[in-house]
């Protein structure tokens, strides 16, 4: 179970950090990632850390994007820095490799 948090509207530049409170695993031992999707769209890995807080982004946030993690609330975080007009999507965090089950997402929204 994943339950996503912390989306909202934002003016371009700004900032928002997501939240993913996990459950009905093991999230000590496993990695997570968090994606993005936009209707009619694939979805989108952005970015992924591992339970050894390796991190991995896609080039799209790069540079903006922060992922980390706090193993003893079961929660992944996605701070969002400088936020960009094609940013806008519904955000979703799972473990990496996916599982089957997902979350409701938290929608960003990215406008003046």
């Known amino acids: 179970q994943f339950a996503e948090t912390g989306g909202g509207l934002v003016q371009p530049g700004g900032s928002l950090r997501l939240s993913c409170v996990a459950s009905?695993?093991?999230?000590?031992?496993?990695?997570m990632a968090w994606d993005r999707q936009t209707p009619g769209s694939e979805r989108e890995l952005i970015a992924g850390?591992?339970?050894?807080?390796?991190?991995k982004y896609a080039d799209s946030v790069s540079g903006r994007f922060t992922i980390s993690r706090d193993n003893v609330r079961n929660t992944a975080y996605l701070q969002m820095n400088n936020l960009k007009p094609w940013d806008p999507s519904v955000y979703y965090c799972?473990?990496?490799?996916?599982?089957?089950?997902w979350g409701q997402g938290t929608r960003v929204t990215v406008s003046a």
């Open positions: 799972n473990m990496s490799p996916p599982s089957a089950s």
């Open positions: 850390i591992t339970n050894r807080d390796e991190v």
């Open positions: 009905g695993f093991d999230f000590n031992m496993r990695s």
